[in-house]
């Protein structure tokens, strides 16, 4: 269903009574705001990408009748976390298995993965390149931030664009955001964001800047904003960074 307008997909979901989607949540987004409720469904999965209570909430709305599934899985591990929400638990299973280490970033075990001779691993563990933030460390449940490997250097500052981009979502004319940083010789990196708009916004540049200033603190707010037809993604459905 990659490239189809939302209500194409609202259409195929009608005619074919689908009952079970599972996809990123950039594809969920694409279809808001949603014109209908969609009872038909009993089951959505998300995954591929970090999500957020934002999301959710939109979809607990049009699909009432679903159950929600959250997956966290890797090429390496294959489906290894589940969870209702943006929380993920490491279960008594998983203890000694999957743990965080003191850089929030997740290991897993190398009997969880796939034997491969490319896979770098410390004491047995292989460093998965996902940071998280403890929300109980008692309970082991956690959240996930951002790739290590997406932070963006600008001026002396390690950015999460997922922060940015999670913000500017909450504005209503906003259909999709990425934020990236274009290579400068001086600051590392400047930051930039290519924003789609909803149809028949009226949003400007110096509106975003008002809104974000009032969020955010001042060097996460990109530099260049760029207005764009599309937010390109990858063929699994991921937005694609620059």
Known sequence: MFGKSRR????????YSITHISATPTFYRLLLPFERQFKSIQRITLGGEKSNEEI???????????KFNNIYASTEAGSLLFSKNEYFKISEYYQGLVFINEENELLVHKSLLGESDTLILKNDFYATGDLVEWIDKERKTFKFLQRKNELINSGGYKINPHEIEDSLRLLDD???IVVYGKPNSVLGNILCADVKLRTKS????SDIREYLSKHLQYYKIPRKIYFVENVSQT???KIKRL
């Open 8 to 15: 194409e997909i609202y259409k195929l979901i009608n005619d």
């Open 56 to 66: 959710y909430n939109k979809l607990m709305m049009f699909f009432p009748n679903a």
């Open 202 to 205: 009226q949003l400007k540049e």
């Open 174 to 176: 906003v259909e999709e």
């Open 235 to 237: 063929r699994t459905g």
